[in-house]
């Protein structure tokens, strides 16, 4: 009992220091936070009163310079100085002003020390919580409940701590040595010091939610629906340079992904110019809408790629040095995307009158002496959207050198194919007075997509009939009449305008049900080839979300039957037969067909042998097949892992002999493509160790570890899942509670309780592949988060921070937000209340975004 009571003395002392030691932080934070403040203004008032000493200096050179020539009118003859007395007193009087005292030259003294103490112990109480009831470390530890450090609350444990059990006088009342742990009432206690929030976050709420609705309505923003949306967007409060700046970018960045619609984006842009707000630095002075997108426009205009050729440049003598350049030209290829979204951007503004002739003239110069393919791009770009605006009597002889340049570079053959071809492009187009021949529409409304396949459907209609008629006409004589032509429902060149429209639409709105109905209805039968392969070229050089995008959209028709299997063989192949031609212009284009692929492999819509052998055939003439097969094995680690790839592949009994040159050696391939795992024994899962049940607390021990300590990849957690959970504690509650708690405390930022985006985007993969669609699995991801942050003391705004991630990214349904909502779950229900309240925000935004839906 004494040494007990020792170890008791020893962790209390521990605890003190510990609480006492926060303390100190909090303060030496402040009081370096103060001393700064006094710092920097002591140095701006030492300028200012440097500044006024020059001034003071240069009056009194003045005021000598006057009194000297009057010393010399002193010294003259009395009739001479009696003549010139008047004009001389007129003279010597001063015109400068009475000196003042300079206002606020000193220090404030007052602003920094008055009621100090008690700013800081208010500030303090933001980070102390007071609790009316402490509870008795000598009774609270009887076998049902732990209690917290700081002996607060308690919770209910399995095992019991052999501590001293001696009844003792408690809170109020008499204590028999069991502790209660009552459920939260609906009108329980609240503290009474609970932080108001200051007007600054008041205003940094608005702010947020005005860009939550900006967000909202460019998502669903279309020709049709321009004007009620617009309607809204004038409504709301732009009434700050930040909020300005804040709404450009976001219509900026939306107009460059979607280059399709820039043409909305940019009527947009018109509709906001007469906005005008105050400058945030200069007071009495305000600056409009349309100066604010230009300077954002001519900087989007500017970018280049200094940030990763530094990075390379850096990494020169180091061991990333090889991986590099595949990583700089991934992020050349993305930044190429975006400047011709920019581009187009630029050039439909000019359509509307909002930028003047000389700018696109000044941008013309500039992409043209660069000479480079991704200048020319952007070039032929910009001259398609503003050529016939830009082409007038007066501006012809310009015009007449930039086509003179273009021709020459033509000629040159310094260029690729890809580039000579667009340039040769436009210049056929100028020929034919800026009206294209190819008859290149935009995105179609899914409304006009129905309607086509209306007419499709009467085609067939017509058809049948005709054909019935033809049997009838057969078994009876009739007299001879002109014969009538059918004319088919769709030509392949109208096929394919259809699918890119559909493409389009989908990529702009990634409502997958409202897709795969529009195909449905083009009943395209034996050339829904034709979708598969549009599909791909489209989205091809896009972003890798785009492209698993539109794998998803691929599964999903396979899985609803509606594409054949043996038409998306067609397809794909057809795309792969071109794939040694576009090598050249499209470096990375294994990879991207890989994860075009991936989806469909991965989702269990068709078997790796099928798939294999089928798309390897457009290949093997080519000498090709391994190295796309590599790419595809490659990223399916990255989204499962390498027991799952090494799984799949012995199942098929695939062998690399099959898709390698005759006379190739296999094991130089296997070992250059780094694939040394697809025949490890110890991949093997006939040969994998058994695995063991782990207990709830081990599950969080390990994935914290991984996720928190040894900082894993992606892969490195599929492989630890799959190497030591089966697939009962993969889809157990504890799992997926452990899995979103790590990847919530991985998320928080320790300084300010802030969630880092970042992080969740880069764990989405995993917490799509064990979440997946399933709404039980999301609701105990969801209840994870509701205890976090009860263990954190519920941090003002990161729980809601962490919904809209959660929701922007896809990762849990809106039905699972509303039904985590609707719990009523007994065992839930700790921390529900103040969570509740602090999402209140999130979940009116989202009842309206859904009304508005509908």
């Known amino acids: 009992m004494a040494s007990h009571i020792t170890l008791q003395a020893q962790q209390t002392e521990k605890g003190i220091k510990k609480e006492f030691q926060k303390l100190y932080q909090f303060l030496r934070a402040e009081e370096t936070a103060r001393i700064d403040a006094v710092r920097k203004e002591a140095t701006l008032k030492s300028e200012a009163m440097k500044i006024r000493i020059v001034n003071l200096t240069g009056e009194i050179s003045s005021l000598s310079d006057k009194i000297k020539p009057m010393e010399g009118e002193i010294k003259a003859e009395d009739i001479s100085f009696m003549l010139n007395v008047k004009s001389s007193t007129e003279w010597c009087q001063s015109k400068l002003p009475e000196p003042e005292s300079p206002s606020e030259a000193q220090i404030d003294e007052a602003k920094h020390l008055g009621n100090l103490l008690f700013t800081v112990w208010g500030k303090m109480r933001n980070i102390i919580q007071y609790t009316p009831v402490t509870l008795d470390s000598n009774t609270g530890q009887g076998k049902p409940f732990n209690q917290s450090k700081n002996f607060t609350h308690s919770t209910s444990r399995m095992k019991a701590q052999k501590l001293p059990y001696n009844p003792v006088l408690g809170y109020k009342r008499f204590s ?116 604010l997108l230009l300077n954002r426009c001519q900087k989007g205009f500017e970018e280049k790629y200094e940030r990763n050729q530094n990075k390379l440049d850096s990494a020169a003598l180091s061991t990333e040095h090889e991986q590099l350049p595949a990583e700089l030209e991934e992020a050349m290829d993305e930044a190429q995307r975006r400047s011709i979204g920019n581009i187009k951007f630029i050039g439909e503004l ?19 002496n660069n000479k480079d393919e ?62 294209s021949t190819r008859a290149e529409q935009g995105p179609k409304t899914i409304k006009q997509i129905h309607e086509e396949a209306k007419i499709a459907e009467q085609g067939k209609q017509r058809k049948v009939h005709h054909q019935h008629l033809s049997k009838n006409s057969k078994r009876r004589p009739v007299k001879p009449r002109p014969m009538a032509t059918n004319r088919p429902a769709f030509s392949e060149e109208e096929i394919e305008r259809s699918c890119k429209s559909i493409v389009k639409e989908f990529l702009h709105i990634n409502d997958y049900k409202e897709v795969v109905q529009c195909v449905n209805d083009l009943d395209l039968g034996s050339q829904l080839h034709i979708f598969v392969r549009v599909g791909v070229e489209l989205t091809l050089e896009h972003s890798q979300i785009t492209r698993n995008h539109m794998g998803q959209l691929l599964f999903q028709l396979v899985q609803h039957g509606i594409l054949p299997k043996p038409q998306f063989h067609k397809g794909f192949a057809d795309m792969l037969k071109q794939v040694d031609d576009m090598v050249i212009d499209i470096p990375h284009i294994w990879l991207y067909l890989a994860e075009l692929l991936c989806p469909v492999l991965k989702e269990g819509g068709f078997s790796m042998r099928e798939l294999f052998s089928e798309l390897s055939k457009p290949l093997l003439p080519m000498g090709r097949a391994g190295i796309f097969i590599s790419e595809v094995l490659h990223i399916l680690c990255k989204q499962t892992s390498h027991r799952t790839v090494v799984g799949l592949w012995k199942e098929s009994g695939l062998n690399w002999t099959d898709f390698l040159p005759e006379g190739e050696d296999v094991q130089a391939f296997i070992s250059q493509q780094k694939l040394q795992f ?105 209840y994870a988060l509701q205890a976090l942050m009860v263990d954190l003391n519920n941090p003002p705004n990161l729980l809601r921070m962490f919904f809209d991630c959660l929701y922007d990214e896809d990762i849990i349904l809106e039905d699972t937000f509303f039904k985590w909502e609707r719990s009523k779950d007994p065992a839930e229900q700790r921390g529900k209340g103040i969570a509740l309240k602090s999402v209140s925000a999130f979940f009116t935004w989202l009842r309206e975004a859904e009304e508005e839906s509908d």
């Not at 998502?219 to 732009?238: G, S, V």
């Not at 398609?384 to 040159?412: S, V």
């Not at 969080?700 to 799959?722: H, Y």
């Not at 799992?735 to 320790?750: H, I, Y």
Request: one cysteine or more; a neutral charge; charged letters at 30%.
């Open 176 to 291: 028999s040595g069991k502790q209660c742990c009552n459920e939260e009432a609906e009108n329980a206690w609240k503290p009474g010091m609970e932080r108001q929030p200051s007007p600054e976050d008041t205003e940094v709420q608005k702010t947020q939610e005005l860009f939550r609705r900006i967000r909202s309505i460019l998502n669903k923003i279309t020709p049709q629906t321009f004007r009620q949306l617009m309607k809204q967007i004038t409504e709301l409060a732009i009434d700050t340079e930040e909020r300005l700046k804040g709404v450009i970018d976001l219509v900026f960045e939306k107009a460059i992904k979607e280059p399709s619609f820039s043409v909305v984006y940019a009527n947009m842009c018109r509709c906001l110019m007469g906005l005008k707000v105050p400058l945030t630095d200069k007071r009495g002075t305000s600056v409009n809408f349309r100066k």
């Open 350 to 368: 000019f359509n509307l009158k909002m930028l003047t002739e000389a700018i696109l003239h000044d941008c013309v110069v500039k992409l043209l």
């Open 374 to 435: 991704e200048s020319l791009e952007c070039l032929c770009t910009l001259l398609t959207t503003i050529g016939k605006g830009l082409d007038h009597e007066k501006a012809k002889p310009r015009i007449d050198q930039y086509f003179n340049q273009m021709t020459k570079i033509i000629e040159e053959r310094k260029t690729s194919s890809k580039i000579r071809s667009m340039l040769q492009d436009v210049i056929d187009l100028r020929l034919h007075n800026w009206v």
């Open 678 to 782: 697809i025949l490890s024994e110890d991949s093997n899962p006939d040969t994998a160790p058994s695995k063991r049940i782990l207990s709830p607390e081990e599950l969080s021990r390990q994935l914290e570890r991984l996720l928190l300590k040894d900082m894993a990849s992606n892969t490195q957690i599929f492989d630890w899942v799959e190497g030591n959970l089966d697939e009962s504690q993969m889809s157990s509650a504890s799992f997926q509670r452990a899995l979103m708690t790590a990847v919530g405390e991985e998320a928080v930022k320790d300084t300010n309780c802030r969630v880092d985006m970042a992080i969740i985007q880069k764990r989405k993969p995993v917490l799509i592949s064990y979440l997946k669609s399933d709404t039980e699995r999301q609701l105990q991801a969801l």
